[in-house]
């Protein structure tokens, strides 16, 4: 079954600056917000939690337990992917992935986050 994507989520407008100012600054810790921004960008993009966790190379546990505030913090090395996930940098990719799985009835290939240039100063 095809993943269906939410075109609402992606405009011209952009990110509000104090969204995309809390996402920058986003270091580890879980609030509230972020964890809102987690769910809805999972939701927006199709993906299950699974998804996510392949991608991250985490548990699908963990995923719920960052979405759900069973957890507060996130170990250091999932800091940089979440933060730039977050701020769509990583959609195009996703979606080109997604789309790939839904013609070939495959599962989603993340292979392109282990080659993505992560900009450490964001």
Request: proline share 2%.
């Given at each position: 079954?095809?993943?269906?994507?939410?075109?609402?989520?992606?405009?011209?407008?952009?990110?509000?600056?104090?969204?995309?100012?809390?996402?920058?600054?986003?270091?580890?810790?879980?609030t509230d917000e972020i964890r809102?921004?987690?769910?809805?960008?999972?939701?927006?993009?199709?993906?299950?939690?699974?998804?996510?966790?392949?991608?991250?190379?985490?548990?699908?546990?963990?995923?719920?337990?960052?979405?759900?505030?069973?957890?507060?913090?996130?170990?250091?090395?999932?800091?940089?992917?979440?933060?730039?996930?977050?701020?769509?940098?990583?959609?195009?990719?996703?979606?080109?992935?997604?789309?790939?799985?839904?013609?070939?009835?495959?599962?989603?290939?993340?292979?392109?986050?282990?080659?993505?240039?992560?900009?450490?100063?964001?």
């Open positions: 079954m095809a993943k269906r994507i939410n075109s609402d989520y992606y405009n011209d407008k952009g990110m509000d600056k104090e969204k995309e100012k809390r996402i920058r600054e986003f270091s580890g810790h879980f809102a921004m987690l769910v809805e960008k999972r939701i927006s993009l199709g993906l299950s939690r699974e998804d996510v966790a392949s991608m991250l190379g985490c548990q699908r546990t963990t995923v719920f337990q960052w979405e759900t505030g069973k957890v507060s913090y996130c170990r250091p090395q999932y800091v940089l992917v979440l933060r730039t996930y977050l701020q769509g940098k990583l959609d195009k990719l996703l979606i080109a992935a997604i789309l790939r799985a839904a013609r070939t009835s495959k599962r989603i290939d993340f292979s392109f986050i282990e080659n993505y240039p992560f900009d450490l100063n964001e």
